[in-house]
Structure formats: structure tokens, C-alpha cells
């Protein structure tokens, strides 16, 4: 029955484009009256002809012997403050454990795009219980429910306190605040295709590697493709460079300006903003709003931020590792992809006392070195912290206060992981934990970790989709991998382990 409404759903989409954005929201079967109504969405009014045609074509799905149907269609457009109160609203009455101190103010909402966004200022206590709550899932689908169109919404830490005891005597309380210096250039003779109020200043396409919204590119068109949806709207791929480096952004045209977007050719200079998403396990740039421009004749990208010489091992060197895979009587030695070849990897795993880089220490550093497809040596540390270990934590891992009260602190071991890490490429179990970990704090300490990196969760879910989950327990069991879970230096071995079957499997890199 689902695939037959969402049939009839695409259909009428197609026969009107007063129902191009028709939602169906409720079905409503009352046997003893044996009748049905249909509730249905829609961001524009739905004349009483149309009306009829949708009747008609939901009657045939209706089984024989009920008596009536009837249907009401609301129309419902989202605004970016109607958003903004909608999400607001629903945590105040059903999220009581991460809304206690949200304020309406720190809730904004972005309607402009063909994803309406929005985003919620959370303090750092909060923060990892929208993570582990899955929050915005519900927050998405609940203005899906409620609203035309799709929704997507994302966090920012405000506010980065650090607690270092009594307040100080002038009553001011310390924050820590992360910075990313990005570079970045002006275009000229900016010619509006969405908006003539767009920023001018675009940042280099080289310094964006991480997820994040807003982000201002410029530069000239290499190729157009044009491509259409599903439901029939057209939408362009544009290549584009900065010099820096070239990539390829999606654009979702609107009808009054189809034609002009059309008309832009190779050659041509665009300026772009838009969102970095991570899909498959690289970064993705969908543009909002695109205008032309004049991009600088005598562009000379400023020098990238030097990264800082790698010291001599001090603390923590590299040390032999022992296999966890379990060999069976007749394995045979298999030939290894080619693309492992001349190239070294540093697979690692942290373990930390929370969730938030921002806010949570390290407490251990488990890494593994692949020299051409073999695992070379190890490197492993306790990390103090200082401060306690929460009790879930200590649950969850088994590394305890006293295991790290004689451990150096990460200012005192981050050279020592810069060192082994150096000139090789990162792979990790859900990258975006652990890197984000490492980038945060090793920034702190003087250290830019900006090394390639690869994350095995995709890379699993592309090659093994049949699997119930794809946990590093999971995967790693599939592959006869054995290891003591939530312990750096044992899942870092495991994760190694998995990661060259992975590739095997592939025959080549992920993207």
C-alpha cells in the first residue's frame, strides 16, 4: 500500500504545479462508517479542479465496500521564523533533558534553500545529549510531519566554559574559544542571479575540510552538466577553481532563473555559497545561491599556514604489535591491492572522558603503522587528563583515575604522535570523533593535524551492506578480528586489521 500512495503522490506532482510539493500527512480509516480521509500538505492553494483530480486518484486505492472518501489539503509554507518557533516549541514540551536553558533567540532557522536548515545554540553540557538523544533526527522529522519540504538542522557550541574551580575574585569567568583561520580573496563585478546583497569575499577551496554552512566560493567554470531529478526539475553540477584546488558543487536552479544559470559556459566566474555535508565519507559543497563575477586576473593564493617541523620522539616511541586476526589452517597469503603500495597509513583510536573535543580530555592513544599493505609497529600511551574520569566512562572502557595519575599529559605526548603520524594518512573507525578530537586539542598544543584521512564506517557500510550494524564489534567479527573493545591500543590493531580486508574487498582507496 505505501509504494502504490507514493506512486499516486509522484504522479500528481507531475499533473500540477500547485501540487509539486504535496505531502501526504494522515490517513484516516473508520470501518464502522467504513469511509477514509486523506490529510494532505501543500505550500501553495489547491483550486477545487485539482481538488477533484487527487479525490479521483486516491479512490482507486480505496478497497471495495467503503462508502466515502473525502480529503482536506492545508496549505502550509515554513518561514524562518515559523521554523524557528515550531523547533523551539516541540523541545520546551517533549525534550526536557537538553532544553531546560534554551532561549527562542537560540534558534535560527535558513528557508532560502531547497533544504530549509536551522540551527540551536547549545552550551557543551548539552551538547552530547542531542548527539546521543538523536535530537535533530526528531526535530527534522517533526517539521517534516508539519510542513512542506525537507529540513535539516545542526548545533553550535555558544558558549565554551571551562571550569577551573572558584571564580576568581573579579567575578569573570574564563572561556576557551577554537579558531580556524581561513583564507580568503574578493571578486569584483558581481553580476545577481539569486542575490545581489551576497557576500564578495570567498574563501580558498583548499581550507575547507570539515563539515560546516555559509561557506563563500569563487572561481571559474570548468565544465557544466546539466541533470534532472526524479520528478523532472533540472538542477547543474558546476566544476569550478579557485587555483587552490578544483571541486564540484551541486546547484538546485529556481524557474525564474533556470534560464540564466543555463547560460553559464566554461570560461565563466561564479561566485557560490552554500554547505559542506559528509556523504560516502567525503565532503559534498551544495550551493544555495550562485551569482557571476569577475574573478581576480592576478590571483596569488597567500601561502598556506606552515605546519610545524616534526621533533625527535621524546616520551612515546614506536614499538612492536601483535596480530589479532585469527589465521586459519589453509589462508593463503593474498596479493595486496596496488594501491596500498608506496603509501603509509597510521590507523588510530582514542579514548576520551566524553563526547565534545571542546570540552573532554584524552585519556589514551592507540595508533597502528601500515608501510605498504603490513603493519610496521604501534604506538600506544595513557594520557592524564586532568581531571576525573566520570563513572560511565570508567564503565565504558576500564581506564580509571589510577591508571592515568603517572601518565603524561597530551601537551606532553602530542609531538610524539605528530612525529609518528607525520607524512602518512589517518584511518579511523568514525572519523569525525576521533580527528575532531585530535585537531582540537593538538591545535591547542601548537600541532595542526591536517593529514588525508580515511573513515572505515562508510568504507563497511558500502562493502559489507548486508551486515545487521556496522560497529567496529560487527565488522570485526565478520573478518575473524578479535580485540577488547574501548581500549585505544586494542582497537586501533583491530581497526588496522579490517581496514586492509576492507580494501581488499574494494581494490582501490575511497575518494
Known amino acids: 500500500m505505501t509504494d502504490t500512495l507514493t506512486n499516486i503522490l509522484e504522479q500528481l506532482h507531475n499533473y500540477s504545479e500547485e501540487l509539486e510539493t504535496l505531502k501526504l500527512t494522515d490517513v484516516i480509516v473508520d470501518e464502522r462508517r467504513k469511509t477514509v480521509h486523506f490529510s494532505f500538505l501543500c505550500e501553495k492553494t489547491v483550486s477545487e479542479t485539482v481538488q477533484e483530480r487527487i479525490l479521483s486518484a486516491f479512490n482507486e486505492v480505496v478497497p471495495d465496500g467503503f462508502l466515502g472518501v473525502t480529503l482536506s489539503v492545508e496549505k502550509k509554507v515554513a518561514d524562518e521564523e515559523l521554523i524557528a518557533h515550531t523547533v523551539y516549541t516541540y523541545l520546551k514540551s517533549t525534550q526536557n533533558a537538553v532544553s531546560a536553558?534554551?532561549?527562542?533567540?537560540?534558534?535560527?532557522?535558513?528557508a532560502s534553500g531547497a533544504v530549509k536548515r536551522y540551527r540551536i545554540a547549545v552550551t557543551p553540557a548539552t551538547y552530547a545529549l542531542f548527539e546521543k538523544n538523536r535530537v535533530l533526527s526528531a526535530c527534522d522529522n517533526h517539521l517534516y510531519r508539519n510542513f512542506c519540504g525537507s529540513f535539516q538542522g545542526s548545533l553550535s557550541v555558544e558558549k565554551e566554559e571551562v571550569d577551573e574551580g572558584p571564580l576568581p575574585e573579579n567575578n569573570t569567568v574564563n572561556f576557551r574559544v577554537e579558531t580556524v583561520k581561513l583564507r580568503s580573496f574578493y571578486v569584483k563585478d558581481l553580476t545577481p542571479i539569486d542575490d545581489k546583497n551576497m557576500s564578495r569575499t570567498a574563501v580558498y577551496m583548499e581550507d575547507i575540510a570539515?563539515?560546516?554552512?555559509?561557506?563563500?566560493?569563487?572561481?571559474r567554470v570548468l565544465s557544466v552538466t546539466e541533470k534532472v531529478t526524479k520528478k523532472g526539475k533540472p538542477f547543474f553540477i558546476f566544476e569550478f577553481t579557485d587555483t587552490t584546488k578544483t571541486i564540484k558543487v551541486s546547484y538546485f536552479t529556481r524557474k525564474n532563473t533556470l534560464e540564466r544559470v543555463r547560460a553559464i559556459k566554461e570560461g565563466d566566474s561564479i561566485i557560490t555559497m552554500g554547505s559542506y555535508d559528509e556523504f560516502g565519507g567525503s565532503l559534498r559543497y551544495t550551493a544555495d545561491k550562485l551569482n557571476l563575477c569577475t574573478f581576480p586576473e592576478d590571483f596569488k593564493p597567500l601561502p598556506k599556514e606552515k605546519r610545524k617541523p616534526a621533533p625527535e620522539y621524546v616520551l612515546v616511541k614506536p614499538e612492536q604489535v601483535t596480530s589479532v586476526r585469527q589465521k586459519a589452517l589453509f589462508d593463503v597469503e593474498e596479493d595486496l591491492p596496488a594501491c596500498l603500495m608506496n603509501k603509509?597509513?597510521?590507523?588510530?583510536d582514542l579514548e576520551t572522558t566524553g563526547t565534545v573535543p571542546s570540552?573532554?580530555?584524552?585519556?589514551?592513544?592507540?595508533?597502528?603503522r601500515i608501510v605498504n599493505g603490513k603493519q610496521v609497529d604501534g604506538f600506544s600511551t595513557f594520557v592524564n587528563p586532568g581531571r576525573p574520569i566520570p563513572k560511565q566512562i570508567v564503565e565504558l572502557t576500564g581506564i580509571t583515575d589510577e591508571m592515568v595519575a603517572d601518565a603524561p599529559t597530551f601537551a606532553e605526548v602530542v609531538g610524539d604522535f605528530y612525529k609518528y603520524v607525520d607524512g602518512a594518512i589517518l584511518v579511523a573507525h568514525n572519523a569525525d570523533f576521533d580527528c575532531g578530537f585530535i585537531r582540537f586539542h593538538g591545535k591547542e598544543a601548537g600541532y595542526v593535524f591536517d593529514n588525508p584521512r580515511i573513515d572505515t564506517l562508510p568504507l563497511a557500510r558500502e562493502q559489507l551492506p548486508r551486515l545487521a550494524n556496522h560497529k567496529l564489534n560487527t565488522v570485526c567479527a565478520h573478518f575473524g578480528i578479535e580485540f577488547q573493545h574501548h581500549r585505544a591500543v586494542y582497537d586501533s590493531v583491530a581497526t588496522a586489521e579490517m581496514f586492509l580486508e576492507l580494501i581488499k574487498m574494494k581494490k582501490c582507496l575511497p575518494n
Open 359 to 368: 570540552v573532554d580530555a584524552i585519556t589514551e592513544i592507540g595508533a597502528v
Open 210 to 219: 570539515f563539515p560546516t554552512e555559509g561557506v563563500v566560493h569563487a572561481g
Open 344 to 348: 603509509t597509513f597510521v590507523v588510530f
Open 101 to 110: 536553558e534554551l532561549r527562542a533567540e537560540d534558534v535560527t532557522a535558513d
